[in-house]
């Protein structure tokens, strides 16, 4: 499992960081996920075997956040 630490701007509120997370787990590969509004970061680990890091930052666009760090 490799860690990454991924800004994201857009989320304002524990809502937001829950969205964030359920999107993030659905990529397949994800061991671990945190999201922090409050720092504008997603903390991700994840098997590289498994997925790429365009998979997570495609899904957390997808809840309409940008992703800043790639």
């Known amino acids: ?3 990454r630490v991924i800004q994201v701007s857009g989320m304002s509120c524990e809502h937001c960081n829950e969205a964030v997370k359920r ?3 659905r990529v397949p590969g994800i061991g671990f996920v945190d ?3 409050r720092e504008n970061r997603v903390v991700i680990e994840y098997d590289p075997q498994a997925t790429d890091l365009e ?3 495609r899904a957390i666009e997808e809840e309409g956040y ?3 760090t790639r």
């Open 35 to 37: 999201a922090d509004y």
């Open 1 to 3: 499992m490799e860690r």
């Open 66 to 68: 940008q992703v800043i």
């Open 23 to 25: 999107a993030v787990r």
């Open 55 to 57: 998979a997570v930052y």
